[in-house]
């Protein structure tokens, strides 16, 4: 009988606490998928926006962060989305323009200078018509695009001065037209391929450089693969916080609101935290060896002004052009 009153008191207990559990446990998740390190000074964004949804929800969102692309590619995860799933990831415009070709302009050559001006562009009432557009393209919610990590430059193993010294050399690239484009009008050849597969494949051999932002080559450690920077600045790269628009849909308002409201915070957190980083980013690398060489750009933006005409951009180009200048 003892025996018994105590056998149910433990299941009563353990089912209590059980419940308990239940009760905190968060009603929603969300999984964000990035191919960043957490060295990246875009991670501590990243960060933010967990620790702000969590608190401003209390508790009923969870988000949980998986960098250097744990979760697959980009467009793997993309994909799930699309499909539903409670995932998200920072992607660029590039990736996003399969879906919905306006945001492929946000990738375009010598589009906007720092993150200053890129913002204005993605944070105005013509990128919100495209947000809405994406919706119902393909399926997807954006949460903020104002994750900039900083302007790309060339990464080789020769010295660049001018856009003939690329001839002949196959550079890595995202696979969307925006990028392979660029860096075709530059006079390289492009060969798109996943970014964790750059180290290995600047190792062997298998390409002669790439393009990317200073966060990413030491985040890569690609100063281990490369001898020389070349400081074009030829794609100013602004991301955004892509997550499915049909799980997003299944939110209450008020926490639709949070998610969209925190991410624009934490991208501000995320953009100027790189910003202020780059100066001791380019530092570590010349101080590992990395010759790092400031170049006139003007040829290279000569080179890649047909860009615009070749992909349709020269109409939206204009538009974007009076929100930079406003």
């Known amino acids: 009988m003892k025996i018994s009153r105590l056998t149910t008191f433990i299941v009563s207990g353990v089912a209590g606490m059980t419940m308990a559990m239940a009760a905190h446990a968060a009603d929603y998740t969300l999984s964000v998928n990035t191919a960043l390190a957490t060295s990246d000074p ?3 964004g990243l960060e933010a926006f967990v620790k702000n949804v969590d608190e401003r929800t209390k508790g009923q969102i969870k988000v949980t962060l998986f960098p250097n692309s744990q979760l697959g590619p980009d467009e793997d995860v993309l994909e799930q989305a699309r499909a539903g799933a409670p995932v998200a990831v ?10 919905e070709k306006e945001f492929g302009i946000l990738g375009a050559p010598y589009l906007a200078q720092g993150y200053d001006g890129i913002r204005k562009v993605v944070t105005s009432d013509l990128f919100e018509t495209w ?10 919610q954006v949460l903020s695009f104002n994750w900039w990590q900083g302007e790309r430059h060339l990464l ?24 392979t484009e660029t860096v075709k009008a530059m006079g390289g050849t492009p060969t798109p391929m996943p970014f964790s597969d750059v180290y290995s494949a600047l190792q062997l051999g298998t390409i002669d450089g790439t393009e990317a932002q200073l966060p990413a080559v030491v985040g890569a450690n690609l100063q281990e693969v490369i001898t020389h920077i070349t400081k074009t600045g030829h794609i100013n790269l602004i991301t955004g916080l892509v997550t499915s628009a049909a799980w997003f849909d299944s939110l209450p308002e008020d926490l639709q609101k949070i998610l969209r409201e925190e ?10 935290g790189t910003r202020d980083a780059l100066a001791s980013i380019e530092q570590q690398l010349k101080d590992d060896g990395v010759e790092v060489s400031e170049v006139d750009t003007t040829p290279f933006k000569e080179a890649t002004q047909g860009v615009y005409e070749k992909l349709g951009y020269s109409d939206l180009h204009k538009q974007v052009d009076e929100i930079l200048n406003q």
């Open 42 to 44: 875009l991670y501590k």
């Open 263 to 272: 991410s624009l915070k934490a991208g501000d957190i995320a953009s100027y």
């Open 156 to 179: 080789t193993k020769k010295p660049i001065t001018k856009p003939a010294d690329l001839n002949g050399l196959v550079l890595r690239t995202p696979g969307a037209p925006v990028w």
């Open 131 to 140: 947000v809405q557009k994406l919706r119902k393209a393909s399926g997807h």
């Open 90 to 99: 920072i992607v660029d415009g590039g990736r996003l323009a399969v879906f």
